[in-house]
């Protein structure tokens, strides 16, 4: 007699992409963001990509991993991930001007509706895709909050894209500005996920000048801005007037649960602040969704106990629930960044992450599963 298993699907959430047509308007450019080519001393050319502010040397290497379908699958199955909810990478239409921001992402919401909507089935589970997305919006300095209203209409429209992608800018000047609040409305609305992610780090001066490559502006500098501009965003009261806003935070919310305590007495001893959110600071925790792209199990045990004990801190009371935090945490891996410097068969940045899933002391298998796929098929409501 043999019982069968129900395999539970991975899905990965935070995986990047450069669509053919963002890869061409990079091309196009002689300053950062911006993809060159360089000839080496005998003769070989490469594409590098330059991106971050600052970037030490000429950037990275940068091919067909970066924009080519066959590749992202072929990584998804090297790994055994059975769907990628793909979004752009930054820095997404930041830099240009309002104008060519609303062309393109107009044009780059089709394209990469086109290239979830053509990508195969999954083994094993018929009602699903293996590849969804994330859109992208006009928000750009000087933007007209009427365009990026109107990419959110035509998002709603593509059935694979459910939700964007957005960085810590908004019309530039953060996401607390209150000319988004129409933006936040809208998604709400529309039930869209936004995954916020990190571009531009801290003040490079604080890094000093040693040859440390992209360590600390990765390692240290995009964690503290997504930490910014989240708890910028808390302060600013966006999560008490959009209760149902769905917030996914790159790289586990950067220091945001670790230093959660440290802002809630921040704002409860501060006279401009003291009396202006509904609830605690650490209540929102408990709103937000985090991917579980940490690299280590303790922190993600962590982050996850920092969400399990928001409710406590709801101002109509509430109580530590320990399953909570595994039920808002989701598998990511951040491809085609962070590949192997050696060959080799697997990326030992994917393994770490999945490992460090696995092995969550406060994890039980089942809260295991829903962080490497459930929880996402649940955020995007899709049914497998
Ligand atoms: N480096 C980037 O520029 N973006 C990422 O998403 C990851 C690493
Ligand atoms: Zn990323």
Redesign the pocket.
Known sequence: LSTKISPTPIVDV?T?VYLPRYAAELRARSSAPRILTRTDAEGRSEERLLILDGEPGSGRPVGPQYWDRTEKLEFMKRHQINVSFVSS?NPWLDFLPPDRAQTLAHALNNDLEEYCASSPEVDGFPNLRSIYGFGLLPLVPEGPISSVIHTIEQIQTLPHLSGVIMGTKGIGNGLDNEALEPVWKAIEKAGLVVFI?PHYGVDGKAFGDKPNGHVLPLALGFPFETTIAITRLILAGVLDRYPDLRLLL?HSGGALPQLSSRIASCVAHDPVVAKRLKHDARYYLGKLYFDAVAYGSEELGFVSETIGRAETYSSAGGSYNADFGSTRMLFGT?HP?FPPLEKSQTWRSVEDNLSAIRSVRSWSESAQAAVLGLNALKLFNLKY
């Open positions: 935070h990047h990478a992610h790159a951040d960044f």
